[in-house]
């Protein structure tokens, strides 16, 4: 029987880490909704999140789109079908790519980020400072990152789609031979105002994982700079595998017949 105590341990293992980081949830979320907030340091997360994220977020969803409308033209053409290039890509754009592509990017720039600034605060002893100050680092560190994340990934994913879309347009238009005037009647037409808010709210629960898994990771640092850095691994590890994972949930909820 001694071949299944690992598997015991490893399964214990897992139920604690869950229980720690459904604790830590619990105390974040109670803190945002108890006054005080720290404001300031909610805008600096906001820049720091959501503009400075901007460029990464534009070029990747710029590509992507001018790839899917590629992709949709290929595979359309084997049918006959090419003239739905601009239905497919703005669908497949406001509602899944935009909202999963930025928020794996910002997870890997962002989540890395606050577990790193978090985790070298622990391992330093700041963390245990803020306390010692009458400080409730919960709410000084974990909630501006969280709000700022919540309010600053629907602007980016908004953002994101129209540049997506607007890369569909320039493959068509440049390279497959679309009309520009048809191809945007077309997007116009055929999108919707659900398709949009279903990928803006998709957007919102991303942002508050990308925060999340920063904040619990970096606070759950141990050893020095190893474990800095493996905190840092494990926020975007987990960052991208919930994103994926919610996005799955989220496409049920919202689109089910």
Not at 39 to 59: C, D, H, K, N
Not at 157 to 172: Q, T
Not at 215 to 220: I, P
Not at 235 to 245: G, H, M, N, P, T
């Amino acid at each position: 029987m001694n071949i299944f105590a690992p598997i015991g341990r490893a399964f214990f293992l897992f139920l604690a880490q869950i229980g720690r980081l459904t604790m830590f949830t619990v105390q974040a979320i109670s803190h945002i909704v108890r006054p005080p907030i720290y404001w300031y340091a909610v805008f600096q997360q906001l820049m720091r999140i959501g503009y400075f994220s901007l460029p990464v977020v534009g070029l990747t969803a710029f590509f992507t789109g001018g790839a899917l409308a590629l992709q949709i033209y290929l595979g359309g053409n084997r049918y006959g079908a090419e003239a739905i290039v601009p239905q497919i890509v703005v669908l497949g754009i406001t509602r899944e790519l935009g909202p999963v592509i930025a928020g794996l990017m910002v997870a890997g720039r962002v989540s890395a980020a606050i577990a790193a600034e978090i985790g070298t605060m622990r391992v330093t002893e700041q963390i245990d400072a803020l306390t010692t100050l009458a400080t409730n680092p919960i709410k000084y560190l974990v909630v501006p990152r969280l709000v700022a994340a919540v309010i600053s990934m629907p602007i980016l994913v908004a953002i994101a789609d129209s540049i997506g879309v607007f890369g569909g347009y320039v493959v068509a238009t440049q390279t497959l031979g679309f009309s520009g005037g048809i191809y945007l009647k077309n997007t116009v037409d055929f999108m919707k105002t659900e398709d949009v808010v279903s990928g803006l709210y998709k957007a919102a629960t991303f942002g508050f994982i990308i925060a999340l898994m920063g904040c619990y990771n970096g606070f759950n640092s141990r050893g020095g700079a190893q474990g800095v850095g493996a905190a840092t691994t494990n926020a975007v590890v987990s960052s991208s595998i919930l994103i994926l994972a919610a996005n799955y949930v989220l496409t049920s909820l919202l689109f089910a017949k």
